[in-house]
């Protein structure tokens, strides 16, 4: 039988570890930083369908990745890699997270370390030059799709 707080799945584990995360954030005074968007018809201006916690993350093997975090505890993750051999460019991927991965809880422990140093907590700070909301994924494709509504606001 399963304990009640533990997780039913590794998307409600990914759920829980941000919730967590996000707590810690808020108490040590931070708030979102980036308008998020569901939607390609958004215009320039435009007002963002939700507020999201962004983050850069760059490696020093050329990788690179983004990470978005949600209030409801879902993570939007994009990253490119150098292709092995040469001349074979990038490799982008692009995914609503699924289960926990390492390279998100680097980043998570990483940031929440800088943010009680009283750093950015790694946040990107491009809001202010950004003339549209951040455009994610429809969280309802997939293979544990999402149930609700991608275009709702959280205030």
Partial sequence: M?????????????????????RAL?????????????????????PPDLMGWMFD???????????????????????????????AGVIPEYEWLQRPTEALDRLLRRSLASARLGGRACMTDDE??????????DRRRGPEAYGGSDRRRHD
């Fill in 26 to 46: 808020r108490g040590l005074g931070l708030a979102p930083n980036r308008g998020v968007t569901f939607r390609n018809d958004c215009p320039p201006g435009g």
């Fill in 57 to 87: 993350d760059h490696h020093a093997d050329g990788a690179w990745h983004r990470w978005l975090l949600l209030e409801d505890g879902d993570v939007w993750h994009e990253a490119t890699h150098v292709a092995a051999g040469s001349g």
């Fill in 128 to 137: 202010r030059s950004a003339r549209r909301p951040f455009l994610v994924g």
């Fill in 2 to 22: 399963r304990d009640r707080d533990e997780p039913a799945s590794p998307r409600e584990a990914v759920q829980d570890i941000v919730h967590e995360y996000i």
